[in-house]
């Protein structure tokens, strides 16, 4: 019976006793113990009344347990649903609400709220805690340790993973199979994965990048992880001459930088370094190859798509750049009014085709409608730029979007929470440079008539509401926002005006 993920990742590895889950103090797990834990998780699932298609839920700390989880979830044809650990319960709230999830696995301090939420709305809470206990993995002890995977299509939904939009409102990106698997192919063979291969993990896996890119890739080659909790400076240090490979997001590599234990001798035993999820900057990509003699190999994807396109494994990996569309991806830049395909070198709106783009937004077939267009092609929000030798660079963003540290933060999403304050007539939020996060927000606010804001009282006005990585590291109280002659709020000049405020922190 077909499973195609399943029959990819995890069959070939369930009797081998090769390292997989590299810890750091903890016990490492071989493929095969990780394995039949998943199996274990998976009987628990269809214990607990989980059917195929059904959704989980699942704001856990990283451990092998909750990488398990997802593959529990494989194997049991339930559609995986990470939420990043920075949530309040009330962002939740509307993912578990949205998506109908069957069942959440959370963590006991978020007992009090999102069990809470979890009983009104009537869905099952089950604990998951970042030591690997808890009520869900209670329940799995008995459990047996083979799992006969539920058969799956191609086309059947693996994951939903919600990304935020420009009108404030998260969408699930429904992914396939297909989806993710043709991904994992392509990048597997790209990059040059082999069982031979350490990979350093300190990315968390509620995203693409640490789950699908990383924990795929791993999973399809037979490399090993070292899986670290998050990305701790000294542990990656230490992590670094035992291991092959590293992806991360470009924070990663400035704080690398910045630390003088970084040295070329450390990397000894490295052949690649990978960023992604948000731009590497051309001299990060310099300083980077003249400390190790490495050279930073930057991709490019989205939740939507997972990568669209890379440097090359061999070949010039040039700063600044994206390299090529990848093997089976088809990549263009068009005008972003009509849609024609523009000349090579102009910039444009990138649009990407291929069995790698999702399958549409979770019940919003007018917001699929918006952005997937019927032959296929979907429309990134990326404004971008292909050279005469093929190389894609992006050169910004046509979504009102801040990406900090490789989080996405929709300003209206901020903006909706901040309007809501007592005193406050309206705000715009922004994101300005920041030397560590790439990104970091901004909020300018406008008081209502007669009001005076203060700053703490804002703070603590949205951190019930916000995760704490949306929140403004930078406020302006202003008299009135910039607007042009149509009353629409002018943020390019906000940017402009606001550019430096990060300088130096
Ligand atoms: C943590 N904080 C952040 C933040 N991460 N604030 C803004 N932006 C972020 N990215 C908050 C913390 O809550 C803390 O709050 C404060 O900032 C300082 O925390 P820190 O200790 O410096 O942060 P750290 O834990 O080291 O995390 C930084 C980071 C992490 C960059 C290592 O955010 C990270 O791992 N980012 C990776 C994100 C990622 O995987 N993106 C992939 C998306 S998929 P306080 O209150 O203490 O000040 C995608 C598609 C693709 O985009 O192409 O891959
Ligand atoms: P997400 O929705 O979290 O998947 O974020 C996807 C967005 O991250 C893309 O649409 C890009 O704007 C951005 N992104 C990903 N990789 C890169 C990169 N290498 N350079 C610049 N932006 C990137």
Known sequence: MPNPLFDALFAPHLDRETPFLIMDGTDDLTHGAFLREASRYAHTLVAMGLAPGDRLAAQVDKSPEALAVYAACIMAGVV????????????????IENSGARLVLGRADALDELHRDCNRMGVRFETLEADGSGSFPEAATFQPTHFDPVDRDAEDVAALLYTSGTTGLSKGAMLSHRNLLSNTEVLTEYWRFSS?????????????????????????????????????????????????????????????LDHPDFTKDLCATMRLFISGSAPLLSETHRAF???????????????????????????????????????????????????????????????????????????????????????????????????????????????????????????KDVEQVLDDLPGVLESAVIGAPHPDFGE??????????????????????????????????????????????????????????????????
Request: no cysteine; hydrophobic share 40%.
């Open 80 to 95: 995986f649903l990470p939420l990043n650990t920075g949530y309040t319960h009330l962002e939740v709230d509307y993912f």
């Open 196 to 256: 031979d291969d350490v990979l350093i993990h300190a990315l968390p896996i509620f995203h693409t990048h640490g789950l699908f890119v990383a924990s795929n890739i791993a999973l399809l080659s037979g490399a090993a992880m070292i899986f670290l909790p998050r990305f701790n400076l000294d542990h990656v240090l230490a992590a670094l001459p035992r291991a092959t490979t590293m992806m991360g997001v470009p924070t990663f590599y400035t704080r690398l």
């Open 289 to 411: 190859e003249e400390r190790t003699g490495h050279r930073i190999l930057e991709r490019y994807g989205m939740t939507e798509t997972n990568m669209n396109s890379s440097n090359p494994y061999e070949g010039e990996r040039r700063p600044g750049t994206v390299g090529f569309p990848l093997p089976e991806v088809e990549l263009k830049v068009t005008d972003p009014d009509t849609g024609e395909t523009l000349p090579t070198g102009e910039v444009g709106m990138i649009e990407v085709r291929g069995p790698n783009v999702f399958k549409g937004y979770w019940q919003m077939p007018e917001k699929t409608a918006e952005e997937l267009r019927a032959d296929g092609f979907f429309i990134t929000g990326d404004l971008g730029t292909i050279s005469e030798d093929g190389y894609v660079t992006i050169v910004g963003r046509s979504k009102d979007l801040v990406i900090s540290g490789g989080f996405n933060i929709y300003p």
């Open 440 to 505: 970091s927000v901004v909020a300018a606010l406008v008081p209502e008539q007669g009001a005076v804001l203060d700053i703490s009282d804002i703070e603590a006005g949205i951190s019930a509401h916000l995760a704490r990585f949306k929140q403004p590291r930078h406020y302006e109280i202003l008299d009135e926002l910039p607007r042009n002659t149509m009353g629409k709020v002018q943020k390019k000049k906000l940017r402009k005006t606001y550019k430096d405020v990060f300088k130096g922190s």
